[in-house]
Protein backbone atom coordinates (compact mmCIF):
# COMPACT_ATOMS: atom_id res chain seq x y z
CA UNK A 1 0.00 0.00 0.00
CA UNK A 2 1.24 3.64 -0.59
CA UNK A 3 1.46 5.64 2.64
CA UNK A 4 1.15 9.75 2.28
CA UNK A 5 3.03 11.45 4.81
CA UNK A 6 1.71 15.09 5.46
CA UNK A 7 3.79 17.61 7.63
CA UNK A 8 3.35 19.38 9.63
CA UNK A 9 0.61 18.29 11.76
CA UNK A 10 -0.52 21.60 12.64
CA UNK A 11 0.60 24.93 10.93
CA UNK A 12 -0.25 27.83 12.85
CA UNK A 13 -0.60 31.01 11.11
CA UNK A 14 -2.67 34.47 10.81
CA UNK A 15 -4.93 35.26 7.92
CA UNK A 16 -3.28 37.05 5.38
CA UNK A 17 -0.32 34.64 5.55
CA UNK A 18 0.85 32.20 3.11
CA UNK A 19 0.10 28.48 4.00
CA UNK A 20 2.54 25.82 2.10
CA UNK A 21 1.69 22.00 3.48
CA UNK A 22 3.27 19.14 2.30
CA UNK A 23 2.69 15.24 1.31
CA UNK A 24 5.04 12.62 0.70
CA UNK A 25 4.56 9.25 -0.99
CA UNK A 26 5.98 5.70 -0.16
CA UNK A 27 6.39 5.25 -3.78
CA UNK A 28 5.52 7.59 -6.78
CA UNK A 29 2.51 7.93 -7.52
CA UNK A 30 2.56 9.84 -10.69
CA UNK A 31 0.40 12.98 -10.51
CA UNK A 32 -2.75 11.19 -9.07
CA UNK A 33 -2.94 12.70 -6.13
CA UNK A 34 -5.81 15.01 -4.27
CA UNK A 35 -6.24 17.47 -1.64
CA UNK A 36 -9.50 17.95 0.36
CA UNK A 37 -10.41 20.12 3.11
CA UNK A 38 -12.48 19.71 6.31
CA UNK A 39 -13.82 21.66 8.32
CA UNK A 40 -14.92 20.35 11.78
CA UNK A 41 -18.73 19.03 11.57
CA UNK A 42 -18.58 19.12 7.92
CA UNK A 43 -17.07 16.43 4.90
CA UNK A 44 -14.32 16.85 3.20
CA UNK A 45 -14.57 18.82 0.15
CA UNK A 46 -12.29 18.13 -2.98
CA UNK A 47 -9.96 21.35 -3.61
CA UNK A 48 -7.02 19.47 -5.92
CA UNK A 49 -7.03 16.71 -8.30
CA UNK A 50 -4.32 15.28 -10.17
CA UNK A 51 -1.66 17.20 -8.17
CA UNK A 52 -2.58 20.71 -10.02
CA UNK A 53 -5.97 21.18 -10.98
CA UNK A 54 -8.68 23.32 -8.97
CA UNK A 55 -11.74 21.55 -8.62
CA UNK A 56 -14.85 23.47 -9.96
CA UNK A 57 -16.10 26.75 -7.42
CA UNK A 58 -12.69 26.50 -5.68
CA UNK A 59 -10.91 29.84 -5.04
CA UNK A 60 -7.56 30.94 -6.91
CA UNK A 61 -6.08 31.20 -4.07
CA UNK A 62 -5.38 27.67 -4.04
CA UNK A 63 -2.58 25.87 -5.53
CA UNK A 64 -1.61 22.31 -6.22
CA UNK A 65 1.94 21.37 -7.22
CA UNK A 66 4.25 18.47 -7.19
CA UNK A 67 4.74 15.20 -8.90
CA UNK A 68 6.35 11.42 -8.10
CA UNK A 69 6.32 11.51 -4.82
CA UNK A 70 6.62 15.24 -2.87
CA UNK A 71 3.50 17.10 -3.52
CA UNK A 72 2.47 20.91 -1.79
CA UNK A 73 -0.78 23.02 -1.12
CA UNK A 74 -0.03 26.57 -0.98
CA UNK A 75 -2.99 28.58 0.46
CA UNK A 76 -1.45 31.94 -1.18
CA UNK A 77 -3.19 34.46 1.63
CA UNK A 78 -5.04 33.00 4.29
CA UNK A 79 -9.11 33.61 4.80
CA UNK A 80 -10.58 33.14 7.95
CA UNK A 81 -12.76 30.08 6.08
CA UNK A 82 -9.37 28.51 5.57
CA UNK A 83 -8.35 27.30 8.79
CA UNK A 84 -9.13 23.69 8.27
CA UNK A 85 -7.52 20.13 8.39
CA UNK A 86 -5.87 19.38 4.88
CA UNK A 87 -5.76 15.87 3.77
CA UNK A 88 -3.79 14.72 0.49
CA UNK A 89 -4.56 11.33 -1.37
CA UNK A 90 -3.22 9.26 -3.79
CA UNK A 91 -5.34 7.42 -6.58
CA UNK A 92 -2.26 6.10 -8.28
CA UNK A 93 -2.25 2.02 -7.39
CA UNK A 94 -5.46 1.05 -5.79
CA UNK A 95 -7.22 -0.50 -4.17
CA UNK A 96 -6.68 0.73 -1.45
CA UNK A 97 -6.78 4.44 -1.75
CA UNK A 98 -4.96 5.74 1.06
CA UNK A 99 -4.64 9.40 2.62
CA UNK A 100 -2.48 11.08 4.31
CA UNK A 101 -2.80 11.56 8.31
CA UNK A 102 -3.60 15.68 7.64
CA UNK A 103 -2.54 19.19 8.36
CA UNK A 104 -4.72 20.86 10.81
CA UNK A 105 -4.21 24.73 9.59
CA UNK A 106 -4.66 26.82 13.01
CA UNK A 107 -4.85 30.75 13.44
CA UNK A 108 -2.20 31.93 15.26
CA UNK B 1 -26.30 17.91 -9.53
CA UNK B 2 -25.01 14.89 -7.17
CA UNK B 3 -26.66 15.40 -3.63
CA UNK B 4 -25.40 12.59 -1.52
CA UNK B 5 -27.26 11.56 1.70
CA UNK B 6 -26.63 8.79 4.17
CA UNK B 7 -28.76 6.96 6.46
CA UNK B 8 -28.61 3.88 8.84
CA UNK B 9 -26.38 4.77 11.28
CA UNK B 10 -26.63 4.42 14.90
CA UNK B 11 -25.55 2.59 18.19
CA UNK B 12 -24.80 -0.96 17.83
CA UNK B 13 -23.47 -4.26 19.91
CA UNK B 14 -20.23 -5.71 18.70
CA UNK B 15 -20.77 -8.94 16.63
CA UNK B 16 -24.04 -7.06 15.33
CA UNK B 17 -25.04 -5.98 11.57
CA UNK B 18 -26.01 -2.51 10.21
CA UNK B 19 -26.73 -1.40 6.91
CA UNK B 20 -26.12 2.18 5.44
CA UNK B 21 -27.88 3.93 3.09
CA UNK B 22 -26.75 6.30 0.80
CA UNK B 23 -29.20 8.03 -2.08
CA UNK B 24 -28.41 10.44 -4.91
CA UNK B 25 -30.88 12.76 -5.65
CA UNK B 26 -29.19 13.57 -9.11
CA UNK B 27 -30.41 11.94 -12.41
CA UNK B 28 -27.06 10.08 -13.81
CA UNK B 29 -26.48 7.86 -10.86
CA UNK B 30 -26.11 4.94 -12.76
CA UNK B 31 -23.06 6.29 -14.72
CA UNK B 32 -20.40 6.59 -11.90
CA UNK B 33 -18.42 4.39 -9.03
CA UNK B 34 -19.59 5.33 -5.80
CA UNK B 35 -17.15 4.65 -2.16
CA UNK B 36 -17.58 4.47 1.39
CA UNK B 37 -15.00 6.52 3.36
CA UNK B 38 -15.18 6.64 6.80
CA UNK B 39 -13.71 8.60 9.94
CA UNK B 40 -12.80 7.39 13.14
CA UNK B 41 -13.47 10.26 15.89
CA UNK B 42 -10.60 12.16 15.93
CA UNK B 43 -9.02 11.01 13.63
CA UNK B 44 -8.40 10.89 10.29
CA UNK B 45 -9.95 9.34 6.70
CA UNK B 46 -9.95 5.90 5.63
CA UNK B 47 -11.23 4.40 2.30
CA UNK B 48 -13.23 1.28 2.63
CA UNK B 49 -15.24 0.68 0.21
CA UNK B 50 -16.20 1.15 -4.04
CA UNK B 51 -18.67 -0.30 -6.36
CA UNK B 52 -18.42 0.44 -10.08
CA UNK B 53 -21.28 2.04 -12.16
CA UNK B 54 -22.94 -1.20 -12.39
CA UNK B 55 -22.00 -3.05 -9.48
CA UNK B 56 -19.93 -5.27 -11.29
CA UNK B 57 -16.90 -4.48 -9.48
CA UNK B 58 -16.23 -4.15 -5.68
CA UNK B 59 -13.20 -3.59 -3.40
CA UNK B 60 -12.70 -3.40 -0.60
CA UNK B 61 -10.13 -2.35 2.49
CA UNK B 62 -8.50 -5.64 3.74
CA UNK B 63 -9.48 -4.39 7.50
CA UNK B 64 -13.45 -5.20 6.26
CA UNK B 65 -13.20 -7.65 3.67
CA UNK B 66 -15.70 -10.48 4.32
CA UNK B 67 -17.53 -8.58 6.77
CA UNK B 68 -18.81 -5.10 4.94
CA UNK B 69 -20.47 -5.63 1.64
CA UNK B 70 -21.08 -3.13 -1.12
CA UNK B 71 -24.08 -2.76 -3.35
CA UNK B 72 -26.12 -0.31 -4.99
CA UNK B 73 -29.63 -0.36 -6.54
CA UNK B 74 -29.65 2.03 -9.55
CA UNK B 75 -33.30 2.12 -10.10
CA UNK B 76 -33.49 4.00 -6.26
CA UNK B 77 -30.52 5.99 -6.90
CA UNK B 78 -29.17 4.43 -3.69
CA UNK B 79 -26.09 2.55 -2.63
CA UNK B 80 -25.36 0.53 0.65
CA UNK B 81 -22.83 -0.85 2.41
CA UNK B 82 -23.94 -3.78 4.55
CA UNK B 83 -21.68 -4.05 8.00
CA UNK B 84 -21.73 -7.88 9.27
CA UNK B 85 -19.65 -8.91 12.80
CA UNK B 86 -18.99 -5.14 13.92
CA UNK B 87 -16.07 -4.55 16.16
CA UNK B 88 -15.32 -1.46 18.26
CA UNK B 89 -12.90 -0.59 15.88
CA UNK B 90 -15.40 0.12 13.17
CA UNK B 91 -16.80 2.81 15.22
CA UNK B 92 -16.65 5.99 12.53
CA UNK B 93 -18.70 8.50 11.13
CA UNK B 94 -19.14 7.01 7.38
CA UNK B 95 -19.60 8.98 4.44
CA UNK B 96 -20.63 7.91 0.93
CA UNK B 97 -18.75 10.10 -2.42
CA UNK B 98 -19.07 10.04 -5.76
CA UNK B 99 -16.20 8.45 -7.75
CA UNK B 100 -14.61 11.19 -9.74
CA UNK B 101 -15.52 11.70 -13.47
CA UNK B 102 -12.60 11.24 -15.20
CA UNK B 103 -10.37 11.16 -12.15
CA UNK B 104 -11.57 7.50 -11.20
CA UNK B 105 -10.09 7.05 -7.49
CA UNK B 106 -11.28 10.19 -6.11
CA UNK B 107 -14.38 11.86 -4.25
CA UNK B 108 -16.79 14.65 -4.71
CA UNK B 109 -18.75 15.26 -3.39
CA UNK B 110 -19.39 13.64 -0.41
CA UNK B 111 -22.33 13.00 1.62
CA UNK B 112 -22.73 14.23 5.12
CA UNK B 113 -21.78 11.56 7.08
CA UNK B 114 -23.83 9.15 9.36
CA UNK B 115 -22.36 7.66 12.74
CA UNK B 116 -21.70 4.39 13.37
CA UNK B 117 -20.99 3.80 17.03
CA UNK B 118 -19.96 -0.20 17.89
CA UNK B 119 -20.48 -0.26 21.70
CA UNK B 120 -21.82 -3.14 24.64
Known amino acids: DIVLTQSPATLSLSPGERATLSCRAS??????LAWYQQKPGQAPRLLIY???NRATGIPARFSGSGSGTDFTLTISSLEPEDFAVYYC??????????FGGGTKVEIK | QVQLVESGGGVVQPGRSLRLSCADS????????MHWVRQAPGKGLEWVAV????????YYTDSVEGRFTISRDNSKNTVFLQMNSLKAEDTAVYYC?????????????WGQGTLVTVSS
Open chain 2, 97 to 109: AKDGTPTSGSFDP
Open chain 2, 26 to 33: GFTFSTYG
Open chain 2, 51 to 58: ISFDGSNK
Open chain 1, 27 to 32: QSVGTY
Open chain 1, 50 to 52: DAS
Open chain 1, 89 to 98: QQRSNWPPLT
